[in-house]
């Protein structure tokens, strides 16, 4: 019998046994597979539409939505209901129906500032931003995703409430002496109005990342302007500033759009100076986005 030499019988002992029939083709002794592997899940490219999903998710399932909108809904639609109950139908000639609504949203604006910013500043507080970004690598696609979502919600949420209070204080004072102008388009633009502020407040939460803070500064944006005007009017150097910011703040804003004014263009120039600070705030929110570590 014929013994092996010893580096033969060792080269036996580690040769690797041949493949069950039907098995995966197996990896050389490099490591190095020796046939293609194809994952049996799919593989498809995220788009705006997946972060839109998940937005909406997170804004529906938080309690501070909840909280938020609700305490909105009840300002807007008790306050209005009230100041309809109040009235008559002669206060109805040269305004429209939906007025009633302007003394809920002058409170419940705040409400919708307070959401705009915990859209966002929420989830740097506790962390989960880091899970969104990791999640989601394009940050402007997550900051894009928020903003659709939570305009959305305000709009809807305020165009319903601003019309409901229309509808109910037409069915109340729809009398003859009564002849309202256009009551479809405060819903609009009034609705337009407190959610370009939450819009606002959410690329101030995005640029701050700090829920404190973000409320404060947008508080103090909507409520300085309305009171720093008794102020500056007193004397004759600052009066046209003050005038200007009597003009232009969020109540007065707001009471145009409702027709309080009719001498100003019912808020137009009000509306589109919103418009232009809540985008050039949104640049500031992009382009920081992109700068700043999580």
């Known amino acids: 019998m014929t013994t092996p030499h010893p580096q033969q019988a060792n080269q036996q002992a580690y040769a690797p046994a041949p493949p069950a029939p039907g098995a995966a083709p197996a990896a050389d002794w490099q490591g190095a597979p020796s046939g293609s592997y194809t994952s049996p899940i799919p593989i ?53 129906y939906t007025l009633p609504a302007f003394f809920g949203l002058v409170l419940g604006q705040i409400c919708l500032i307070t959401l705009g910013v915990l859209a966002i500043s929420s989830e740097y507080g506790t962390g989960m931003i880091r899970t969104t970004f990791t999640a989601s690598p394009q940050r402007h696609r997550v900051l894009a995703a928020k903003i659709l979502i939570y305009f959305a919600v305000a709009f809807v949420v305020s165009a319903a409430a601003i019309g409901l209070v229309g509808l109910v204080t037409a069915a109340m004072h729809g009398g003859p002496e009564a002849s309202p102008t256009d009551s479809g388009g405060t819903v609009l633009k009034g609705a337009l109005y407190v959610s370009l502020l939450g819009v606002l407040a959410l690329a101030v939460g995005s640029m701050l990342r700090h829920s404190a803070g973000a409320i ?57 100076l919103l418009v232009g600070v809540t985008a050039a705030a949104l640049v500031g929110a992009f382009a920081l986005l992109e700068k700043r570590d999580v």
């Not at 839109?52 to 997170?58: A, L, N, Q, V």
């Not at 707001?254 to 004014?261: N, V």
Request: proline share 4%.
């Open 44 to 96: 498809k490219g995220t788009h705006l539409g997946h972060a839109i999903s998940s937005e909406w998710t997170k804004i529906k399932s938080v309690r501070s939505t909840m909280w938020t909108l609700g305490v909105f809904l009840c300002l807007v639609i008790g306050i209005g209901l009230l100041v309809a109950w109040q009235t008559n139908d002669i206060e109805y000639v040269n305004v429209p």
């Open 216 to 272: 404060t500064a947008m508080l103090g944006l909507v409520l300085v302007p309305a009171i720093l005007p008794a102020f500056l009017m007193i004397s004759q150097s600052t009066r046209k500033i003050g005038e200007k910011m009597m003009d232009y703040n969020a109540p007065n804003s707001l009471a145009k759009i409702f027709h309080l004014d009719s001498e100003s263009g019912h808020g137009n120039a009000q509306l589109w």
